[in-house]
């Protein structure tokens, strides 16, 4: 079965700096998503930043982007100019692609618990 | 946001009662799942359906059961509630397997007591 792993229970960042929150993930499958997800404390989840594992291209989305090392499986996410308004619990996510067709559901890790600090 | 509503938002109940949270879509989403979050786990999946009538368990499925009648409306039940099953429960829906964001729910905070 596959896992997801955050390291970092919790990540502090002055405003305008940048932070990357690790994860790493393990699974035997070759072809999947990885996907971040933000929930600020109104608990409503946000999609971030998604992955195709077959893109060797790292995703990037306005101030995030993603480093993604497949052969490590790590799947880091970059947060540039930090802004009080990402302020959140970070929780990255797993899906493998299922030959012929179909959508699992999402393995998530345990979350990190992001502060940016005025 | 897809138009994902669940009820109620918040459910006080006894030991032994049962539960039924609603989750309803509106965007004709095939895809639909229930996850668990609790502190220390992130998010854990209870069951998905693949479509009307077609469920299939998730990681901690034990204690819960399911149902779609309907393409927009997917119910999870606790048939017996125990306190190990006090959370946050939330819904997610997600159009076809090729499109693949999943959009959540608001959450259903639920306390067993």
Known sequence: ?118 | DAGITQSPRHKVTETGTPVTLRCHQTENHRYMYWYRQDPGHGLRLIHYSYGVKDTDKGEVSDGYSVSRSKTEDFLLTLESATSSQTSVYFCASQFSDIYNEQFFGPGTRLTVL
């Open chain 1, 1 to 118: 079965a596959q896992t997801v792993t955050q390291s970092q229970p919790e990540m502090s960042v002055q405003e305008a700096e940048t932070v990357t929150l690790s994860c790493t993930y393990d699974t035997s499958e070759s072809d999947y998503y990885l996907f971040w997800y933000k929930q600020p404390p109104s608990r409503q989840m946000i999609l971030v930043i998604r992955q195709e594992a077959y893109k060797q291209q790292n995703a990037t989305e306005n101030r995030f982007s993603v480093n993604f090392q497949k052969a490590a499986k790590s799947f880091s996410l970059k947060i540039s100019d930090s802004q009080l308004g990402d302020a959140a619990m970070y929780f990255c996510a797993y899906r493998r692609v299922r030959s012929g067709g179909g959508a699992d559901g999402l393995t998530f890790g345990k979350g990190t618990h992001l502060i940016i600090q005025p």
